[in-house]
């Protein structure tokens, strides 16, 4: 069953000057070269002073964002607090993330300390394996994702989860401030890509399902990394059953609605693409698309560093024609 540990942190421990001190050390980790967090630095501890009686007074309000476009590989609109907000989201982050991380169930893979990307193929892999009972029974796997995902968190929601875990009024007035900084397509909706709070948050939001999954439809071998889920079983027909309960949960419970292109119940055998590769019973392999844009990248943009992040990535699959490619395009560089 789900943890219920008390939360014993107060307000004034998340907005101690030593509390953002401790907070500034790891925000300004690789970002030293930057302009502002330059300019912010020049005056840390009177700008770390004001922060802490803004925050004591209630009189902090967060600022507006920098908003501009990634693709990795898809497009995504990226929202960048000013350092002053950030280094607020920081403080509550570290203070709120030990708590919350002991909530969350063992397959929950994203923006989690320990856990990530590779862990969740190595994972799916051992749930296929077991699964199919060492691949000797076939095995379906349902796959979804969520449509919007961070633009379609319900705030309201996100904030009534988070005053039943957490007493303290104040923590919930700070978490409600970041939370209310900013909207998607209406007020009170989405939150934003690139704050560290987010990454949090939505772990906070999705729990609630992954606990229905796993102790309500007693989903057993069922895995989330981010919007992306799957859930694995001999029972065609039951996963079948399932889908309309989660679909209906995730609607009704928490204003999330499943991408209709991306639900699929398909076999091992024929190969699930989930995560960026491509996973059979016996071995996985990149996406094709993950494929191509790797190439095209290393041709156009050849450097060490990133022929060694390839490499890293290769490593974790059954790619040796493919190593062999980009060892071949390394020999230009």
């Given at each position: 069953?789900?943890t219920?540990s008390?939360?014993?942190?107060?307000?004034?421990?998340?907005i101690?000057?030593?509390?953002?001190?401790?907070?500034?050390?790891?925000?300004?980790?690789?970002?030293?070269?930057?302009?502002?967090?330059?300019?912010?630095e020049?005056n840390?501890?009177?700008?770390?002073?004001t922060?802490?009686?803004?925050?004591?007074?209630?009189?902090y309000q967060?600022?507006?964002?920098?908003?501009?476009n990634?693709?990795d590989?898809?497009?995504?609109?990226?929202?960048?607090?000013?350092?002053?907000d950030?280094?607020?989201?920081?403080?509550?982050?570290?203070?709120?993330?030990?708590?919350?991380?002991?909530?969350?169930?063992?397959d929950?893979?994203?923006?989690?300390l320990?856990k990530?990307?590779?862990?969740a193929?190595?994972?799916f892999?051992?749930?296929?394996?077991?699964?199919?009972?060492n691949?000797t029974?076939?095995?379906?796997?349902?796959?979804?994702?969520i449509?919007?995902f961070f633009?379609?968190?319900d705030?309201?929601?996100?904030?009534?989860?988070?005053?039943?875990?957490?007493?303290?009024?104040?923590?919930?007035?700070?978490?409600?401030?970041?939370?209310a900084?900013?909207?998607s397509?209406?007020?009170?909706?989405?939150?934003?890509?690139?704050?560290?709070?987010?990454?949090l948050?939505?772990?906070?939001?999705?729990?609630?399902?992954?606990?229905?999954?796993?102790?309500?439809?007693?989903?057993?071998?069922?895995?989330?990394?981010?919007d992306d889920?799957?859930?694995?079983?001999?029972?065609?027909?039951w996963?079948?059953?399932?889908?309309?309960?989660?679909?209906f949960f995730?609607?009704d419970?928490?204003?999330?609605?499943?991408?209709?292109?991306?639900i699929?119940?398909?076999?091992?055998?024929?190969?699930?693409?989930?995560?960026?590769?491509v996973?059979?019973?016996?071995?996985?392999?990149?996406?094709?698309?993950?494929?191509?844009?790797?190439?095209?990248?290393?041709?156009q943009?050849?450097?060490?560093?990133?022929?060694?992040?390839y490499?890293g990535?290769?490593s974790h699959?059954n790619?040796?024609?493919?190593?062999?490619?980009?060892?071949?395009?390394?020999?230009?560089?």
């Amino acid at each position: 069953m789900q943890t219920r540990s008390q939360f014993t942190h107060t307000y004034k421990d998340i907005i101690s000057p030593e509390n953002f001190l401790a907070a500034w050390q790891e925000f300004v980790r690789g970002k030293r070269q930057r302009r502002d967090v330059q300019e912010f630095e020049l005056n840390l501890m009177e700008n770390t002073l004001t922060l802490h009686r803004d925050l004591a007074a209630k009189a902090y309000q967060h600022g507006a964002y920098h908003a501009f476009n990634i693709s990795d590989p898809k497009p995504r609109n990226i929202h960048k607090a000013s350092v002053r907000d950030r280094l607020v989201h920081h403080a509550l982050y570290r203070t709120l993330y030990p708590f919350f991380d002991r909530t969350f169930i063992a397959d929950s893979y994203s923006c989690r300390l320990g856990k990530g990307t590779h862990r969740a193929l190595d994972r799916f892999r051992s749930f296929a394996r077991r699964a199919s009972c060492n691949h000797t029974r076939t095995v379906w796997v349902l796959k979804c994702d969520i449509k919007k995902f961070f633009a379609s968190i319900d705030q309201a929601v996100l904030m009534g989860i988070v005053r039943r875990r957490i007493p303290d009024a104040d923590i919930v007035w700070l978490t409600s401030q970041i939370v209310a900084s900013f909207h998607s397509s209406r007020p009170g909706v989405g939150l934003p890509l690139g704050n560290l709070t987010s990454q949090l948050l939505v772990n906070v939001y999705m729990n609630e399902f992954d606990q229905f999954m796993k102790h309500q439809l007693r989903a057993r071998y069922y895995l989330r990394y981010a919007d992306d889920f799957v859930v694995l079983s001999q029972d065609k027909n039951w996963l079948q059953g399932i889908l309309p309960h989660l679909s209906f949960f995730l609607q009704d419970s928490l204003r999330l609605t499943l991408h209709p292109d991306k639900i699929s119940i398909t076999t091992v055998v024929s190969g699930i693409d989930f995560l960026g590769w491509v996973h059979f019973p016996e071995y996985r392999v990149l996406r094709t698309a993950t494929k191509r844009r790797m190439l095209k990248r290393l041709r156009q943009q050849p450097s060490k560093p990133v022929l060694q992040s390839y490499r890293g990535l290769l490593s974790h699959g059954n790619s040796y024609r493919l190593g062999n490619e980009v060892a071949t395009l390394a020999d230009f560089f």
